[in-house]
């Protein structure tokens, strides 16, 4: 009877503590689904991005399948392509006066200063400023002299035919407002410079305060389609508004037609991504001489965490994936453009030129098998009239953005802001160019839609800054997770 009585006890008290490690194994397990107060609990390290998951607004993408495909197939191929001499050099002015404000004077900061790049650093293909050759003679005066090169560059033309001149001539009076959403560079100007992007890296350089706050205030008051009785959350240079959370504003953003709540989107997703690159490239120690640069997690959380800025750090978050999806879908759009055999991304060398447009065409295959692309169509499809008009006004007011990044005060922060503005208006110029590149010759330069080696570079590298805003939120949280 003992002996009956002590295996039964036995089997009870292995089942009471198999019970109890089962249940608190299913309380402690991460499949349960995460509630406001338990992202609370764990802590403000980790509430930066809690809510940033799910779909987004607007389009059918969750943010889940776009860290995936940016992370492990779009990030490592166009990081190497931006790194290739094509993309790394830049012609921009960086001496254009402010057109809408005296000028407060230029950044005295060291870290401010853009290096320009020495002409003979710069591929003869690019300093010769004629950026697309047809001709395999383009391919074969590596051993001429500088002098002897650009005569030679210069005579391409005389192996062109009257059709193909007619076209270039055409190109070359093209007038840019019909379809630039950007106020272009002029690259003849002898202020326009070329920029290695390489040695002049985006980061933060300590210009903030009035000067940069007046930037972005003048771009999303006068310029996001927004009456001034409508008050932007945490405008710093808005009239105080007590306890306003932000709900006017945003049930305002919602009762817009979907235009202008994409271009009030589309800005904030660039702010954003600005300030991701800002934050994950921060002056760390000033060292002797060896300066530190690195990810400042306070100064992230201060721009993204929900807690610190009254919930709106995810929604900056969601509209960097916005955007992300709409340069996305510009160069899925883009890609016959670029396929034609006789398009060549000409430095001079003809062995990085083939590399580099066999690398751009590996990461325009890998864009037009992403599934879940922003659908451009549900954009300007009223009225004809009533989109036209729209369109145009949305395209004048991107235009007057680009404008605005010529009254930045620190010469680094503009070079970025516009290359970065122009990146977005190219991929907008794509986006409403549909027809154009449906009809464009397959042998021969179109009539009706042309890319710049300046719009190229810009678009390249802008989307480039996207995918590195979205790999670099990763990073942060690690580590995050890591601090926590």
């Known amino acids: 009877m003992w002996k009956i009585t002590f295996q039964a006890l036995f089997v009870l008290v292995l089942a009471w503590f198999f019970g109890n490690f089962v249940l608190g194994w299913f309380q402690q397990s991460p499949v349960k689904p995460r509630t406001a107060s338990r992202a609370a609990a764990d802590g403000p390290d980790q509430s930066c991005f809690c809510h940033l998951t799910g779909v987004l607004d607007d389009c059918f993408c969750d943010i889940e399948s776009i860290d995936v495909f940016n992370n492990f197939k779009i990030y490592p191929s166009i990081k190497k392509l931006t790194e290739r001499d094509y993309f790394r050099y830049y012609r921009v002015n960086l001496k254009r006066p402010c ?13 401010c200063h853009v290096e320009p790049c020495p002409e003979s650093k710069i591929p003869v293909g690019i300093k010769s400023g004629n ?19 650009a005569k030679e560059l210069g005579a391409i033309n005389s192996t062109l035919s009257n059709q193909s001149k007619e076209a270039f001539a055409d190109w070359a009076r093209h007038d840019d407002a019909q379809d630039h959403f950007c106020e272009l560079d002029d690259e003849t100007s002898p202020d326009a410079e070329y920029v290695d992007l390489l040695l002049n890296p985006e980061r933060y350089t300590g210009y903030k ?7 972005w205030n003048s771009i999303y008051e006068e310029n996001c389609f927004k009456p ?25 953003l919602e009762g817009l037609c ?46 993204f965490d929900p807690a610190e800025t009254k919930g709106e750090g995810t929604r900056r978050l969601k509209n960097l ?30 062995q990085e ?80 160019s549909e027809k154009e590149i449906k009809n464009l010759p397959e042998h021969s330069p179109s009539k009706g839609f042309q890319l710049t080696r300046q719009e190229i570079v810009a678009l390249l590298n802008g989307f480039g800054r996207l995918s590195t805003s979205i790999h670099q939120l990763h990073s942060f949280r690690s580590l995050l997770k890591q601090k926590r």
């Open 131 to 149: 950026y697309n050759k047809y001709s395999q003679a383009a391919n074969s005066v590596s051993g001429l002299s500088d002098c002897e090169q």
């Open 258 to 303: 979907l235009e202008k709540r994409v271009f009030y989107r589309l800005i904030s997703g660039l702010h954003s991504s600005i300030n991701i690159h800002l934050c994950a490239e921060y002056l760390l120690d000033e060292g002797w001489g060896k300066p530190v640069w690195g990810p400042n997690i306070q100064e992230f959380r201060q721009r």
């Open 321 to 350: 994936y916005f955007l992300y999806l709409i340069e996305l879908r510009a160069l899925s759009k883009v890609a016959p453009y670029f396929e034609r055999a006789f398009v060549n991304l000409y430095t001079g060398n003809a």
């Open 353 to 432: 030129d083939g590399a580099t447009k066999e690398l751009l065409l590996q990461v325009f295959n890998e864009t037009k098998a992403f599934p879940m692309h922003f659908d451009e169509k549900s954009m300007f499809a009223g009225n004809k009239m009533e989109a036209k008009t729209l369109k145009e006004e949305f395209r004048l007011h991107f235009k007057n953005i680009s404008r605005i990044m010529d009254c930045v005060g620190c010469s680094k922060c503009r070079l970025w802001g516009k290359l970065q503005t122009q990146g977005l208006g190219t991929a907008l110029k794509i986006l409403f």
């Open 99 to 111: 057109p809408f404000w005296p000028d407060d004077g230029h950044c005295s900061i060291r870290d």
């Open 209 to 215: 305060g009035p000067s940069a706050w007046r930037v």
């Open 228 to 252: 001034r009785s409508v008050y932007r959350p945490l405008n710093p240079l808005a009239p105080s508004r007590g306890d306003d959370d932000g709900e006017g504003f945003y049930n305002w």
